[in-house]
């Protein structure tokens, strides 16, 4: 298959059994950066109305994971200054008062 040619619509049956997987050349039209490839499984109905919608379930899964991260790490820096909250520093009160020049 050529890049722009589109995939054969695999039947029914083998959209239901494979599992999704998100490929590494996807970097090469998203991302500068390496990437992973991974298997996952998407439950059948939704797997079959993503693609009535034409929804890019690679791309879908690739937002998803983001996301998810991008919530988890804002997570443990909210956990992390309630650990350890910012005190007054009557140094950097100082320090931004620069005055005229």
């Known amino acids: 298959m050529s890049p722009g040619q589109a995939a054969p619509d695999p039947s029914p049956r083998a959209r ?9 050349i996807s970097s090469r039209y ?8 991974t298997t996952f499984t998407l439950d059948e109905e939704l797997a ?3 693609h009535q919608l034409g929804v890019n379930i690679s ?6 994971v983001a ?13 992390a ?10 140094f950097w009160s100082a320090a931004d008062a620069w005055g005229e020049p």
């Open 16 to 24: 239901r059994s494979s599992p999704v997987a998100l490929s590494a």
């Open 67 to 79: 996301d998810a991260v991008r919530i988890a790490l804002a997570r443990s820096d909210r956990e």
């Open 48 to 50: 079959e109305r993503a």
């Open 59 to 64: 791309a879908a899964a690739r937002q998803g």
């Open 81 to 90: 200054y309630l650990r350890h909250p910012e005190r007054v520093d009557t």
């Open 30 to 37: 998203h991302s500068p950066i390496a990437s992973s490839r």
